[in-house]
């Protein structure tokens, strides 16, 4: 299982370096990304982020206080962390 | 800025927006609209009516107002747009533009009682077929809805727009108050707003999240995010905004103020606001498929933009709201863009460039200032050179940065030709009507970019030659099927890029020109003697003689005589040349070469004698030594050079411009082949070649007068003037004097050339 970490800050051009990456992994079987050191993050990571979710097996993502936080406020909590495989 | 320059922008803008419908209507005629065509065509007409109303064109603004409500119902989808509704429009665009040229008191108001007439007849004569034309708008509108937009026609778009909602608004309340069940039980005012960031909101470091933030702070609470779009990670495009957000807001909240929070990215982010509005669908960059602007919410699942709807459903909670006719949504957001909605309103058209206006003068100071730049910069260079400072770095960054300083200047006054082409269909139009020929215009290469300009005066001989074509040139439908053609004439007009210089050609499908015909008048009107021997070239160029007309009697058309001097006056004024091809029963055309620009030009600095000239480099082909054996005397005076078997006439420069102490024999000096309209190739024979490089045009005509052979001046590095020869001029009358003072060599000349 291959992991891949979300820098502190998420922005859009980290989704845009993120994306290759998260592409490539995905195709290499189960995923984990670990967000747990994300403090700021925008909507395009927010994208991938859920784009990953629904691609492939489906990313486990492990978030950080202000990840999740940052979800729940706009409606993309149970989107990106409910259950671990949907 | 005062009101008069306000109003000449407006009629700029009219300008403009006539160009856009005529493009639209155009469009519509071939076939290849899309749902924005129309609407452009309205957006024409609307704009016009903004400004007629605000400077009190009271007949403008009439006519505009039945013009543009047609325009709405096609818009609309209530009236079909049908091959002589097209037409109809077109005749009514004509008169509009007659219309806001009476505006600018530059003609007499049209009379337009019938075309008016007409126009509303068009509009009247569907209305009661509403529901039957218009098969979408009767499967999704209930009957009130037709009522409405029946009613409406008379009104404004926004008003009509408005009623139409209301009444779906209750058409669907059944459906949609269930849906909103739950969110109606807490707070019964509380309303909805439907949020939608697209790309633009993303980039330059505008973050949609920032905002929904702002929004949370103002007391809304996030109802639901429909992720519904956002594709596998493969197909994903980081810079497309999938996500869009439900936000329930107190009733304490003004929708004013939200709209506030997003107002800075505009049209970046969609806002719907309604409990009944639906989400604005997912903008996707251009190259993928768009959604169709399907009315109902049952798109089919395969595109990824059409999955917005369903995907929405499936994951509507309780308190979500079910997605209502896309209409709605577009109705309901008076955003300038309404996203893609049903009815024929189509996406917003994409955002232009950002432009300004300036004035030309303050232009033309900066490409004068910048042509100054040049000639001191190049005079710095020489300066620097004659110290043994040549080749230093500095000079030549300085040299590139000159040149692209002046390139981009140039580009500022670019504008593409088809400004000018697009007046052609309406002259087309006005031509069919009065011949009884039908033409079919083919275009190609309209981008193509040349100085403004150029392209001014490029009007009128353009308008000559085309009338010309279909006057002279395209038969009348009985002699086109008699001869085999198609009863319909073809006129192609293209533009292109060659070698710096831009080429336009107007080439018909007509009968060609009868060289006899033109040969005898010529004869008949004493423009040539009777006697004389004429090239096929030489008769055809005959038709640019002043006089000169074969039509049989005189149209209002063309028939005076005084097109085709003038078009040829006008070409070289420019600049430029113009020639004929043409072939008995199968067309002429016509190829126009012109210069890019006016004020700059490519030059090959020539030392002749004393004297130092430029000859442009657009006329030539190459330069050489002649070995002795290659150049032979022909008769008394005349010398022709062997250019690898063919044999070109020599013009010796020195004589021609009267310079002193120049070299008198070919192989001494340098010939320079250059191609001629007239005269075909010539070598120039001259001392030497200094450089080649861009030289400012200054022209002599305003500075002396106009010189024969020579096209303008220029201020070299050394800060003396340099002539620039007119290459065609001078060696048409070079060959011309040559000729005269040895008739006799003229004919064993040419069967040896051959």
């Known amino acids: ?86 | 800025m005062n009101a008069e320059e306000i109003q000449a922008i407006f009629f700029a803008e009219c300008e403009e927006s006539l160009d856009a419908a005529e493009q639209g209507l155009a469009a519509c005629r071939a076939g290849t609209q899309d749902d924005d065509t129309v609407n452009a065509v309205f957006r024409g007409v609307h704009s016009i009516k903004g400004g007629a109303g605000a400077f009190g064109y009271i007949a403008l603004q009439g006519y505009t107002h039945t013009f543009e409500t047609l325009l709405s119902d096609v818009r609309d989808g209530t009236v079909e747009l049908t091959e002589p509704l097209v037409n109809l429009l077109l005749r009514a665009l004509d008169t509009l533009s007659d219309h806001v040229a009476a505006a600018r008191g530059l003609g007499e108001t049209p009379d337009d009682t019938a075309l008016q007439a007409e126009l509303t007849a068009a509009m009247a004569a569907n209305a009661g077929a509403l529901l039957a034309a218009s098969p979408a708008a009767a499967a999704q509108a209930p009957a009130p809805v037709a009522e409405d937009s029946d009613t409406g026609s008379d009104d404004d778009m926004g008003i009509d727009f408005d009623s139409m909602l209301d009444s779906i608004a209750g058409a669907m309340a059944g459906p949609a108050d269930e849906a909103v069940e739950d969110p109606a039980d807490d707070t019964a005012a509380a309303w909805l707003v439907k949020i939608r960031p697209h790309a633009g909101a993303m980039r330059n470091g505008s973050e949609p999240l920032l905002m929904l933030r702002e929004v949370i702070e103002l007391g809304g609470t996030c109802v639901e995010c429909d992720a519904g779009a956002v594709p596998h990670l493969d197909a994903l495009d980081p810079g497309v905004g999938y996500l869009g957000w439900t936000f329930r807001m107190p009733a304490s909240v003004d929708e004013g103020a939200v709209r506030d929070i997003f107002d800075f990215v505009g049209d970046d982010c969609e806002l719907a606001i309604g409990a009944d509005a639906a989400m604005p669908p997912v903008r996707l960059p251009v190259s993928e498929a768009f959604a169709p602007p399907a009315p109902a919410p049952i798109a089919p699942p395969a595109p990824p933009a059409a999955n917005v709807a369903p995907d929405m459903a499936q994951a509507s909670k309780p308190a979500s709201v079910p997605p209502a006719p896309a209409q709605t949504a577009a109705t309901a957001a008076p955003a300038p863009a309404t996203g893609s909605g049903a009815q024929g309103v189509p996406p917003a058209p994409p955002a232009p460039g950002q432009s300004i206006r300036i004035e030309l003068s303050k232009l033309d100071k900066l490409i004068d200032a910048v042509g100054e730049l040049v000639i001191a910069q190049a005079m710095m260079a020489q300066r620097l050179s004659s110290d043994g400072l040549a080749a230093t770095e500095e000079i030549a960054a300085l040299d590139g940065l000159t040149r692209d300083i002046q390139e981009s200047a140039m580009a500022i006054r670019a504008q593409p030709i088809g400004s000018v082409f697009s007046r052609v269909p309406r002259i087309l139009r006005e031509l069919s009507a009065s011949t009884g020929k039908h033409v079919r215009l083919e275009v190609s290469g309209e981008s193509t970019e040349l100085d403004k300009t150029v392209i001014e005066r490029l009007g009128e001989p353009l308008t000559h030659l085309i009338r010309n074509a279909v006057d002279h040139g395209i038969e009348t439908p009985a002699e086109r099927i008699a001869a085999g053609k198609s009863g319909e004439g073809t006129l192609m007009l293209s533009a292109e890029h060659r070698s710096g210089r831009i080429l336009i050609r107007i080439a018909d499908d007509g009968r060609g020109i009868d060289r006899d015909r033109v040969l005898a008048k010529a004869i008949e009107k004493g423009l040539v003697a009777p006697d004389v021997q004429l090239s096929k070239e030489e008769i055809d160029a005959l038709i640019f003689a002043p006089g000169f007309s074969t039509a049989q009697q005189v149209s209002n058309i063309s028939g005076r005589g005084v097109g085709m001097d003038v078009v040829r006056q006008n070409v070289k004024d420019l600049g430029g040349r113009i020639t004929i091809e043409s072939e008995a029963g199968t067309g002429t055309t016509f190829t126009l070469t012109l210069p890019l620009t006016l004020a700059i030009s490519d030059g090959m600095v020539v030392n002749v004698g004393d004297q130092t000239l430029v000859v442009p480099l657009a006329n030539v082909v190459e330069s050489l030594r002649p070995a002795p054996e290659d150049v032979k005397g022909l008769g008394s005076s005349r010398t022709m050079m062997n250019v690898r078997g063919k044999f070109i006439p020599v013009v010796p420069l020195h004589v021609a411009v009267g310079a002193f102490g120049a070299v008198d024999a070919p192989s001494e000096g340098v010939l320079i082949v250059v191609e001629t309209e007239g005269a075909g190739r010539a070598a120039l024979l001259v001392d030497s070649i200094v450089d080649q490089r861009q030289v400012v045009i200054k022209s002599l005509d305003t500075h002396y007068r106009s010189v024969e052979g020579v096209a303008g001046a220029t201020i070299l590095g050394d800060g003396r003037v340099a002539l620039i020869i007119d290459v065609d001029g001078l060696v048409a009358r070079s060959l011309a004097e040559q000729g005269q003072l040895d008739m006799a060599a003229a004919p064993a000349a040419e069967a040896e050339a051959a």
Do not use: K, W
Request: aromatic letters at 2%; charged letters at 20%.
């Open chain 1, 1 to 86: 299982m291959s992991t891949i970490t979300l820098p502190s800050r998420c922005d859009r051009a980290a989704a845009e370096a993120l994306l290759p990456e998260l592409v490539a992994a995905l195709g290499n079987g189960p995923l984990v990304i670990d967000g747990t050191a994300c403090t700021h993050i925008g909507q395009a990571m927010f994208q991938v982020l859920a784009s990953a979710r629904r691609s492939g097996e489906g990313a486990v993502i492990s978030a950080s206080p202000a990840l999740r936080d940052a979800a729940r406020q706009i409606g993309l909590d149970s989107d990106l962390f409910d259950g671990a495989d949907a």
